[in-house]
């Protein structure tokens, strides 16, 4: 097993070790250092079909207006968010944590503070995406939230 992934976008890679998703060709460390195992010759693992990076912009949601949050779409990614979402909906005075809102964190690590419809909303963009991803479609990134 190899310590990266690819994914279905080709600017990021899945570091394995704790599930980052990684830009390629960007000026960060976490990307220098993918560059560096690269050409020390190492080839990632290829890309399982749904998973991947989402990168989402959202106009509606300001916790992530900042541009490029970067969201985790994999089986298990999926299944949590699926999991929040579902309780959201069930008992939507109850966030987790028991606040008003609460922190998503995406996948480098950066919290977003949500609202109970906020999170549902992003659940859905995520969704959408994983769904397009299962159907071979390429998909253009940034992904807006109305």
Known sequence: MAEYIL???PKWVVR???????PV?????DSRDYADWIAAGNTPDPAPPQDGCCVVSAGALPSLASPGAVFAVSANSMTNIA?????????PSHLPGGGATFVF???TGIGHTMTGPQFITLAEVLEDFV???SQGQTLTQPVSIP
């Open 16 to 22: 394995r070790a704790d599930g980052a998703c990684v």
């Open 7 to 9: 994914t279905a976008d």
């Open 83 to 91: 999991g929040i979402a579902a309780g959201i909906q069930a008992a």
């Open 131 to 133: 769904y397009a991803l």
């Open 25 to 29: 060709g960007q000026p960060t460390t």
């Open 105 to 107: 964190n995406d996948a």
